[in-house]
Protein backbone atom coordinates (compact mmCIF):
# COMPACT_ATOMS: atom_id res chain seq x y z
CA UNK A 1 0.00 0.00 0.00
CA UNK A 2 2.88 2.38 0.92
CA UNK A 3 4.54 1.58 -2.75
CA UNK A 4 1.27 2.88 -4.15
CA UNK A 5 1.73 6.11 -2.57
CA UNK A 6 5.07 6.63 -2.73
CA UNK A 7 4.92 6.03 -6.38
CA UNK A 8 2.20 8.31 -6.52
CA UNK A 9 4.01 11.04 -5.03
CA UNK A 10 7.01 10.80 -6.54
CA UNK A 11 4.92 11.59 -10.53
CA UNK A 12 3.48 14.32 -8.28
CA UNK A 13 6.72 15.97 -7.28
CA UNK A 14 8.35 15.01 -10.42
CA UNK A 15 5.62 17.62 -12.11
CA UNK A 16 6.14 20.20 -9.91
CA UNK A 17 7.78 23.71 -10.97
CA UNK A 18 10.73 24.59 -9.11
CA UNK A 19 10.04 26.64 -7.25
CA UNK A 20 7.18 25.13 -6.11
CA UNK A 21 9.19 22.68 -4.14
CA UNK A 22 10.34 24.64 -1.64
CA UNK A 23 6.79 25.79 -0.88
CA UNK A 24 5.62 24.34 2.70
CA UNK A 25 3.40 21.10 1.85
CA UNK A 26 2.46 19.75 5.67
CA UNK A 27 3.28 20.39 9.82
CA UNK A 28 4.10 17.36 11.28
CA UNK A 29 3.98 16.99 14.73
CA UNK A 30 6.53 15.16 16.90
CA UNK A 31 6.96 14.97 20.06
CA UNK A 32 4.73 17.90 20.45
CA UNK A 33 6.68 20.07 18.39
CA UNK A 34 5.03 20.91 14.75
CA UNK A 35 7.16 20.65 12.26
CA UNK A 36 6.60 22.61 8.72
CA UNK A 37 7.57 20.23 5.75
CA UNK A 38 8.62 21.39 2.29
CA UNK A 39 8.37 19.37 -0.69
CA UNK A 40 11.84 19.09 -0.81
CA UNK A 41 12.12 17.47 2.94
CA UNK A 42 9.08 15.18 1.81
CA UNK A 43 10.84 13.92 -1.27
CA UNK A 44 13.86 13.49 0.98
CA UNK A 45 12.14 11.39 3.40
CA UNK A 46 10.18 9.44 0.65
CA UNK A 47 13.25 8.62 -1.73
CA UNK A 48 15.12 7.29 1.36
CA UNK A 49 12.39 5.76 2.77
CA UNK A 50 12.72 6.62 6.58
CA UNK A 51 10.90 5.75 9.37
CA UNK A 52 8.74 9.26 8.98
CA UNK A 53 7.88 8.43 5.67
CA UNK A 54 5.15 6.30 5.81
CA UNK A 55 3.37 9.09 8.17
CA UNK A 56 4.03 11.40 5.90
CA UNK A 57 2.65 9.39 3.08
CA UNK A 58 -0.20 8.70 5.06
CA UNK A 59 -0.96 12.62 6.18
CA UNK A 60 -0.77 13.24 2.68
CA UNK A 61 -3.31 10.79 1.43
CA UNK A 62 -5.28 12.40 3.89
CA UNK A 63 -4.93 15.90 2.09
CA UNK A 64 -5.95 14.38 -0.96
CA UNK A 65 -2.55 15.34 -2.37
CA UNK A 66 -1.46 12.31 -3.78
Same mark, same amino acid.
Do not use: C
Given at each position: ? *? &? &?? /? $??? @?? !?? !???? %?? #? /?? &?? =? @??? +? +? ?5 ? =? #? ?5 ? $???? *? #?? /???? =? %? +?? @?? &??? @??
Amino acid at each position: M *N &E &EK /R $EKF @LR !AF !ANLP %LN #T /RK &EI =I @LVL +E +EGGVKQP =I #TWEVVYF $EIKN *N #TP /RSGR =I %L +EK @LQ &ELN @LI
